[in-house]
C-alpha cells in the first residue's frame, strides 16, 4: 500500500509539471490534468519520500530569481542536488522554492529542469561537446519544451552553417533544425518517441570570440495538456496576438563574410518547420505583419538586400510570392492580402524577397511554415523574419 502511494506522489509531481508554462496559464490546468492521469491508473516511480510530501503541498512555485521550481522541504531539495529559492510555504520555514540546474553531462526525469552552460550566469568560452539528457517522467508524458531562456551561440556563416557552434537535438520523434547564433526567447517542442531519451548537444569552437551562454528551460507536456503542440508543429505559440521570428533573426547584419565577399544572411541554411499559433476563442482569422518597431529588415528571406535603398527595404511591393519562390520562403495557408498597393495581385501561400504586404489567414490551427533551402549564397545580407501576428474576432455567419 506504501509503495502505490508513493508512486501516485511521484506521477502528481511529474504531471504537476508537465503541465507548467511560463506565464500563469497553464496552472490553471494542472488540477484536472492530474485528477486525468491519477484517473487512466498510470502508476511508476517516486521520488520524494511520503512523509514530506504529506507536510507540504509540492506546488509549482516561482524562485526570488524568477526561475520556475517546486516547493519543497530544505532537505528534500539538498538531496537532489537542488537550489534554494526562497520561501514557498507559510507552513513552515524548512519549505524552499527547489531549482533544479543542470550542466554538461547530465540528465534528468524532472520537470522545470534548466540546462546551463558551465560557469552560467557567466559566458562560456571552452570548446567540445555538451550534451544533457532528458527522459520522461511517465508514461503521460508525450512532449519536451525548450525554453531558450537564454542562447548566444557564434553566428553562422556567410552561406548560413553553423560551422563554429551549433545546438542539435535528437531522440525525439519529431526533427529539430540545428540552431546557432543568437536565439534568446525562442522555444521548441521536441516528441517523445515512447519512453526513449531526448538529448541536447551544443558543440562549441575554443578561442571564437563570442560571448557565448545558455540557459535552457526543460518542461514536460502531458498527452492530455491542452498546451500540447500540435502534429507539425516545432513552436507553438499560445497568445491571440504577439511576435514570431525565424531563428538567428536579428537586428544587426551577419559580421561573417560569404565566400563572394559579400555581407552573409542571418539565415540559417537547411531549416522546414512550423510555426503554430493557438487560436482563441471567437477569433477566426490571424493577420500577419512587419512590426512597426522593428526596421525595415523584419522580411528579409531571399535576394540580395544591399541592392535596395535601405529605406526601400521591407515595403510589400520588394516582396515576392507564389511560384517564383523556390529557395527561400514561408508559407503561409488561403493568405489575404487587402493592401492598396497590392490591387489586383493573386497570392498563392508561398512569400519571399525582400518585403511583405499585411497577410491574412483563416486556415486553423493558425500556422506559418519556414523553408529555408540548403543554399544561402545568393542571399546577402539577410536577417529572415520577425512578423506580429493579431488574431481576429469572428464576423457575422463565420
Avoid at 522554492?97 to 547530465?106: A, Y
Avoid at 523584419?298 to 527595404?313: C, K, N, R
Wanted: aromatic share 10%; charged share 15%; net charge negative.
Amino acid at each position: 500500500m506504501r509503495t502505490g502511494y508513493s508512486a501516485m506522489l511521484w506521477l502528481i509531481w511529474c504531471v504537476l509539471f508537465g503541465s507548467l508554462r511560463l506565464g500563469s496559464t497553464y496552472s490553471a490546468v494542472l488540477q484536472n490534468e492530474t485528477e486525468f492521469d491519477l484517473a487512466e491508473g498510470h502508476r511508476q516511480g517516486r521520488l520524494f519520500p511520503f512523509y514530506t510530501i504529506g507536510r507540504i503541498a509540492n506546488v509549482p512555485c516561482l524562485a526570488s530569481n524568477g526561475l520556475k521550481g517546486t516547493c519543497l522541504i530544505r532537505g528534500e531539495c539538498a538531496d537532489n542536488q537542488g537550489i534554494f529559492g526562497g520561501s514557498c510555504s507559510t507552513l513552515t520555514t524548512q519549505a524552499t522554492c527547489c531549482i533544479f540546474s543542470r550542466t554538461c553531462g547530465g540528465s534528468t526525469n524532472l520537470n522545470s529542469t534548466y540546462f546551463t552552460n558551465p560557469g552560467y550566469p557567466g559566458s562560456y568560452n571552452g570548446g567540445g561537446t555538451c550534451t544533457f539528457t532528458i527522459t520522461p517522467c511517465s508514461s503521460s508524458v508525450c512532449q519536451l519544451r525548450i525554453d531558450f531562456r537564454s542562447l548566444n551561440l557564434a553566428q553562422p556563416n556567410g552561406e548560413g552553417n553553423c560551422l563554429t557552434d551549433v545546438l542539435t537535438i535528437t531522440g525525439g520523434s519529431s526533427e529539430v533544425p540545428s540552431i546557432c547564433g543568437e536565439n534568446t526567447g525562442q522555444h521548441v517542442y521536441i516528441n517523445f518517441s515512447e519512453l526513449n531519451p531526448i538529448t541536447i548537444r551544443v558543440s562549441t569552437t575554443a578561442g571564437s570570440l563570442v560571448d557565448r551562454m545558455w540557459n535552457l528551460q526543460l518542461s514536460q507536456i502531458s498527452c492530455a495538456s491542452e498546451f500540447r503542440a500540435p502534429e507539425g508543429c516545432l513552436q507553438y505559440y499560445l497568445e491571440p496576438s504577439g511576435v514570431i521570428s525565424s531563428f538567428n533573426y536579428g537586428f544587426g547584419a551577419n559580421p561573417n563574410l560569404n565566400s563572394l565577399g559579400a555581407t552573409g544572411t542571418r539565415q540559417i541554411a537547411g531549416q522546414r518547420y512550423g510555426i503554430c499559433i493557438r487560436a482563441a476563442p471567437d477569433r477566426c482569422t490571424i493577420t500577419y505583419s512587419l512590426p512597426s518597431t522593428d526596421g525595415s529588415y523584419a522580411f528579409t528571406v531571399s535576394g540580395d538586400a544591399e541592392v535596395l535603398d535601405p529605406t526601400l527595404i521591407g515595403m510589400g511591393v520588394f516582396g515576392e510570392n507564389g511560384d517564383i519562390c523556390t529557395t527561400d520562403y514561408v508559407v503561409i495557408p488561403s493568405p489575404v492580402v487587402t493592401d492598396v498597393n497590392a490591387a489586383g495581385a493573386v497570392f498563392t501561400d508561398r512569400f519571399c524577397g525582400l518585403g511583405l504586404f499585411s497577410v491574412t489567414s483563416q486556415v486553423k490551427p493558425f500556422v506559418v511554415y519556414v523553408v529555408w533551402d540548403d543554399n544561402e549564397i545568393p542571399d546577402v545580407a539577410n536577417r529572415g523574419f520577425r512578423l506580429a501576428y493579431s488574431q481576429n474576432a469572428c464576423t457575422l455567419g463565420a
